[in-house]
């Protein structure tokens, strides 16, 4: 079984922001004082589940969006990255939507050439807006029973 | 693109690991943190190196159009933004078990339809006139397979058979119903030479393959 939660599971990992802290640098000469900005790292997490009709129409309510705080990390424990490999940004660094949640057709304001991924399964369609999806890259879903895994 | 987060039958959570790996995304998993490569849905680190996701069946296409096709779809509740993704720079990759081909959107659009075989699976693939939304099929009807062809917004059988909708494989005329959907994806061609070293680029002439030969 997965672990379930409720919305409070799309709130960013706390004990994993420190990972995030970076310094910018803004040297700005304000009464001859220079100012240091620190800049923190919050990724975007608007999306869904925040409207009163939202719904999921397995019933689900997701899974946590924490992992161990000691979760193996072969890139950090120096396992042999294949060639090309790059590492870029922190685990989530781009936070996938791990309580998705949906509306129904009558509730959508999208224009109707808004680029989708349509996916149905046994007569159960979903639409994942792009436009979205390059924000968010991840959605986690259960689709009639089936676990899925959308991905941009 | 659609996975099944599925390991021996059981459920796992996917992340974003934030890496890149051929310019694509990766993945981690919540329970042992291997790292996934999105493009052939293996993990290519950690204790599950070498797994497999299963890609799902999805369609790329415009809300408005899937709305027609299923008017009691959901929608994720999430703000959509019109964005400046361009297909024609891209290939859509068809992939079953150790065969995969690149169909090259412009080349796709300008024949109409693509008919291959991968790992003993006729597909069709078809692209509609503004770049824009792309589809896979399945050529079995009725137990049988079927050339297609396209003509004007439709597909017709070479047979004469049966005539489905271009862009989603809905049955005009015949017998067998509408055409199953396959699951596909789409690439930026080098990407596409980058993980499938032995895979090929269906063209209207036939198979290039990847590694030249």
Redesign the interface.
């Known amino acids: 079984m ?1 672990p379930t939660s409720t919305h409070q599971a799309d709130q960013y990992p706390t004990e994993r922001s420190s990972r995030f802290l970076s310094l910018a640098t803004v040297s700005a000469l304000l009464a001859g004082l220079a100012v240091i900005a620190v800049v923190v790292f919050v990724p975007d997490q ?6 009163d009709d ?1 719904f999921h ?1 397995d019933g689900w309510e997701g ?3 924490n ?2 705080s000691d ?5 950090s424990a120096g ?1 042999p ?2 060639a ?15 309580t ?6 009558e509730n ?1 304001d ?12 046994d ?10 999806l ?1 924000r ?5 879903d259960m689709h009639r029973g ?7 | 693109m659609v996975h099944r987060r599925e390991v021996n039958g059981q459920p796992i959570v996917l992340g974003n690991q934030g890496d890149l790996w051929g310019n694509a995304m990766t993945w981690f998993d919540h329970e042992t943190g291997s790292v996934w490569s999105q493009p052939i849905g293996e993990a290519i680190m950690g204790p599950l190196t070498g797994t497999r996701l299963e890609l799902l069946p999805s369609s790329l296409t415009k809300w408005g159009d899937w709305v027609e096709l299923h008017p009691d779809t959901v929608a994720l509740d999430a703000p959509a933004r019109i964005n400046g993704f361009e297909l024609e720079q891209m290939a859509i990759v068809v992939e079953f078990g150790p065969d995969s081909l690149a169909f090259p959107a412009t080349d796709v659009r300008a024949a109409g339809v693509a008919n291959a075989d991968i790992g003993g699976v006729a597909v069709a693939v078809t692209v509609d006139d503004a770049n824009d939304t792309w589809s896979v099929f399945s050529r079995q009807v009725d137990g049988r397979t079927v050339e297609l062809q396209r003509s004007g917004d439709q597909l017709e059988a070479t047979d004469g058979s049966g005539t489905w909708t271009a862009d989603r494989g809905v049955q005009v005329s015949g017998t067998g119903g509408n055409l199953d959907v396959l699951p596909g994806f789409t690439s930026f061609p080098a990407d596409y030479t980058t993980f499938f070293p032995g895979g090929g680029f269906w063209q209207p002439s036939g198979i290039v393959p990847v590694d030249g030969s």
């Open positions: 997965e608007s999306g869904p589940g925040s409207s939202s129409p899974v946590s969006a992992f161990a979760l193996y990390d072969p890139v396992e990255a294949p090309g490999y790059r590492p870029s940004i922190p685990r989530d660094g781009i936070f996938p939507v791990y998705p949640e949906f509306r129904t057709v959508t999208w224009p109707s050439d808004e680029l989708i991924i349509g996916v149905e399964i007569g159960d369609a979903r639409a994942y807006p792009v436009g979205f390059i968010r890259e991840i959605v986690v089936i676990p899925t895994f959308v991905s941009w």
